[in-house]
């Protein structure tokens, strides 16, 4: 099956070697390469999906976002760029040309469009949930009944993750949707930081809350992670 991403489609469902959707008439082969094969998340400001290289068969992750929103569309391909020029494990990497623009045949809705590598491992919030996966990396003895995990283990997952955040605030983007969902634990045992390309930008923070904003987000981080302790 190979997915509409036209918002307005009420029929997104395609056969998978359609090339142009059998309900609104928009294009299925996005720029060329990709087609969308599953709907991961939905809200109002975009959608995230997976979506296959036809060339390689290769899974990537695609995120849209719909606003007319000028600082958020910038943000979302500022985020584009600073992935592009950055090769770490932590953070998916993204193609030169992996940030477009793609209008569906009603060109109603412009959609901007960023494809990321997608990094396989289990975010936390689901880990923290299966107690089987507790106990398998920490005996019991080594976890209460609120699932509270290893000390140390929390302090190097602080560390990994205030590492991968240096790299990006080197390049001046904020995160800002630092959370135990948006982290993942590949099956080496790294972390990795995702949920990129969705802007949240609070128009609310003052200036000099930006300007320290790497202690800001260490202490959200630290507050999100805090109940592992
Ligand atoms: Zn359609």
């Not at 019991?140 to 590492?163: G, R, Y």
Request: one cysteine or more; charged letters at 20%.
């Amino acid at each position: 099956m190979t997915l509409c991403i036209n918002p307005n489609c009420t029929k997104p469902e395609n056969k998978q070697d359609n090339r142009f959707c059998a309900n609104c008439g928009s294009e299925l082969l996005l720029a060329g390469r990709y087609r969308v094969i599953k709907q991961i998340k939905s809200d109002n400001s975009g959608c995230e999906y997976e979506v296959e290289e036809i060339s390689n068969n290769n899974i990537k992750n695609l995120q849209t976002l719909i606003s007319n929103d000028s600082q958020e569309i910038e943000y979302f391909h500022q985020t584009a760029e600073v992935l592009k020029q950055l090769n770490h494990p932590g953070l998916p990497k993204v193609e030169i040309d992996g940030c477009f623009v793609y209008f569906p045949r009603d060109k109603t809705v412009p959609l901007h469009c960023l494809i990321m590598e997608k990094l396989d491992g289990l975010s936390l919030d689901k880990y923290l949930l299966d107690e089987s996966l507790l106990n398998e990396t920490y005996p019991p003895e080594n976890h209460s009944k609120n699932k509270n995990i290893d000390e140390n283990l929390a302090v190097n997952w602080l560390q990994q993750i205030t590492e991968i955040l240096q790299q990006i605030h080197n390049q001046n983007l904020l995160h800002l949707q630092i959370q135990p969902a948006n982290i993942l634990l590949k099956q080496n045992g790294n972390l990795a930081l995702i949920g990129f390309g969705k802007p949240r930008i609070n128009k609310q923070i003052p200036l000099l809350l930006l300007i320290f904003h790497p202690n800001k987000l260490i202490i959200t981080l630290y507050r999100n992670l805090i109940f592992l302790l």
